[in-house]
């Protein structure tokens, strides 16, 4: 999710109940056996959610482990007053007594063992990359298959062969390197031929909070749908002729990989602070950004799963992504930060309540924004300020852009939320195609929008 609070969990060393290792690449993978995912109705001015987080994670001062007790995995909105929490077995008792008899009274368990999803999860995906290899290698970005679950040297394969199979249009840019010494590439997109120089630009990036894996493959959807149907599209067409395109689909690889062997449910970089706390690992690269820095809705805390990190851009991940968003694209149009999850279209300020002075014709992009995903899919999203929203968050990439001029911005949370079945952050594969054609159609309403309003 794009906020959260909470805290979660680490796994320094041994997790210490039983590990379910079903691959034989992965590490020890982290157990949540008897955890459970709960949704209650709770208003946005109750103060559940804080004395909830209060709670996150215990550690155990012997052996230096953690051990989580609760999580936040979707917050409360003015338009969605629901929460999704999961909760350890053993602190299932005092989860219930901190609601409210109202809030108890619309308690539901929505997921009753977690594990088995994430088991369910993982033998599809082992499936399908025994599958994938079987075939031969991929030797063309047309056999990519956008409705799978990638590992991320899978993904720079598919940017590298569309750049080389497709270089009037398509350019791979390095933005970064990773704590673990991984390169973080992107895209640029453009009409066949020369792109002309200062050009607005349509941003993208995805995979900020690694355990949102709907995110990265909906980044790389849309890149393979642009040049497509380039030609084919009237809107894809226009808009590309428009905007040159930037999408960086992973841009937490450190913290992606681990989530795929170590922990699912990992949300952090994979940055070592030993200066700081040599047990916990990572920052939240959501809280990073140097642009109030540290302010509300930021945790100091090295162990919280909301940690802003040491200093600002302290992240090599987000310093990166700094240096190339000021540097690299002179006309930023439009910036998009895919998340998961809880379809919401959220536009700053993050760290303040004010409104920002282009805040109406933020909300009227992301109107026609949610109105061109409903007469795609027909599902639902909501916008509005994060802080309007939700509750306040500080050191986003969100209040970054807004404070560099940049005039459409939205952090996005994408599927699911009102589904009646509970996926949360393991929304199967399948999905992948929906979700991604109804953020295509988004972005091209966002872009058609700019081009009115700008007059581009
Ligand atoms: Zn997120």
């Not at 992973?250 to 922990?263: A, F, I, K, L, M």
């Not at 090599?316 to 919401?344: A, C, D, R």
């Amino acid at each position: 999710m794009w906020l959260h609070f909470l805290v979660p969990l680490i796994l320094l060393t041994t997790w210490t109940v039983t590990c379910h290792v079903i691959d034989e690449t992965a590490g020890k993978m982290a157990d949540y056996s008897g955890y459970t995912l709960h949704r209650f109705q709770v208003d946005t001015t109750s103060n559940t959610m804080e004395k909830l987080e209060s709670y996150d994670m215990e550690l155990d001062q012997t052996t230096q482990t953690a051990r989580l007790l609760i999580d936040i995995w979707a917050e409360p909105s003015k338009q969605n007053p629901h929460a999704d929490v999961l909760v350890a077995p053993e602190f299932l008792q005092k989860f219930k007594s901190l609601l409210t008899t109202a809030e108890l009274s619309t308690l539901k368990m929505i997921e009753g063992d977690i594990q088995s999803q994430i088991n369910a999860e993982r033998r599809a995906m082992i499936h399908n990359t025994v599958r994938r290899r079987r075939k031969r290698a991929l030797r063309s970005w047309h056999d990519f298959d956008t409705n799978a679950y990638h590992s991320y040297d899978e993904m720079v394969e598919f940017m590298r062969l569309l750049s080389e199979q497709k270089p009037d249009m398509v350019e791979m840019v390095k933005v970064a390197t990773s704590s673990e010494g991984r390169s973080i590439y992107g895209v640029k997109i453009h009409p066949p031929g020369i792109s002309p120089p200062e050009k607005p630009s349509i941003i993208v990036d995805a995979g900020v909070h690694a355990r949102e894996w709907i995110a990265p493959a909906v980044g790389l959807f849309m890149i393979k749908k642009i040049v497509s149907e380039y030609g084919k599209t009237g809107e894809v067409t226009a808009n590309l002729q428009k905007f040159d395109w930037y999408i960086m689909p992973q841009v937490n690889p450190d913290g992606y990989e681990y989530s795929r062997t170590n922990d699912r449910l990992w949300r952090k970089t994979r940055s070592k602070n030993v200066t700081v706390n040599r047990w916990c690992v990572g920052a939240d690269a959501n809280r990073n950004w140097g642009y109030r820095w540290g302010e509300a809705g930021a945790n100091r805390t090295p162990c919280s799963n909301i940690y802003m990190g040491s200093h600002p851009y302290s992240e090599p991940e987000i310093k990166g992504l700094k240096e190339f968003f000021t540097w690299q694209i002179t006309n930023p149009m439009v910036y998009i930060s895919l998340h998961s999850y809880g379809q919401l279209l959220l536009s700053p300020w993050g760290y303040t309540n004010e409104r920002t002075e282009n805040y109406q014709d933020q909300q009227n992009a992301a109107k026609e924004a949610a109105l061109a995903i409903k007469n795609t899919t027909g599902v639902s999203y909501s916008y509005g300020t994060i802080s309007e929203m939700m509750y306040p968050a500080s050191g986003t990439s969100i209040d970054f852009m807004q404070h560099r001029g940049v005039p459409y911005i939205y952090g996005v949370e994408l599927r699911p939320t009102d589904n009646p079945n509970s996926f949360a952050f393991n929304l199967p594969p399948s999905y992948i195609r929906a979700t991604g054609d109804e953020m295509m159609a988004a972005l091209n309403a966002i872009g058609t929008h700019a081009v009115k309003v700008k007059r581009l």
